[in-house]
């Protein structure tokens, strides 16, 4: 099969797996705080990306780190991965499946980034994790952008170094 034929499938359905999978890591990141809270978890959904729970113990600190652990879990296990990452392979699902990566640790942190700004100058989204986190907290919204920033480049500076981008680039013009 040629290349931009395995691109065009692979690459949407390693996006949707991705997402499935991103949402159960986030999800997965609350429950570990919660339960070692002390919470009883009640619901768990990948599809309706909720979570709920009953009871537990939570410290000023727990219940800011309950409402970080959505993002900051997924970008714990994502950094380990691009590491890991081997420039140079032939394999099209191999890009597809580390560009993805690249997304969960990279698309979630811009709601790190809007929701303070948002929420400097009106009402932050309710339910939010991260209008939650500045509440619970008590961080000034620009503390919270300036951390998610930093990781945002971090996270960047990886990605470029480990020549993931580069890579997909070169995939993409050797379609054209």
């Known amino acids: 099969m040629r290349v931009n ?8 359905c390693s996006v949707l797996v991705g997402a499935l999978l991103y949402v159960f890591m986030h999800e997965l990141g609350h429950i570990i705080v919660a339960i ?16 709920s729970y009953n009871g537990g113990a939570f410290s000023k600190a727990m219940f800011s780190l ?5 993002v900051l879990f997924p970008i714990i296990l ?14 099209v699902l191999y890009h597809c499946c580390y560009m993805t990566i690249c997304l ?5 942190l811009l709601a790190w980034l809007i929701v303070p700004v948002v929420s400097m100058v009106s009402s932050p989204p309710q339910g939010d994790d991260v209008a939650k986190f500045i509440m619970s907290s008590g961080w ?8 998610a920033l930093i990781i945002l480049v971090g996270m960047l500076v990886l990605i470029v170094k480990k020549g993931i981008i580069q890579e997909l680039s070169a995939m993409l013009k050797s379609l054209s």
């Open 140 to 147: 000034h919204p620009m503390i919270v952008f300036a951390c």
């Open 66 to 70: 309950f409402h970080a652990a959505g």
């Open 36 to 51: 070692g809270c002390g919470a009883e978890i009640t619901e768990f959904s990948i599809l309706k990306a909720h979570m």
């Open 5 to 12: 034929i395995k691109l065009a499938i692979l690459f949407p």
């Open 78 to 91: 994502t950094v380990p991965i691009i590491i890991a990452y081997k420039r140079g392979k032939k394999s």
């Open 104 to 108: 969960w640790g990279i698309s979630p």
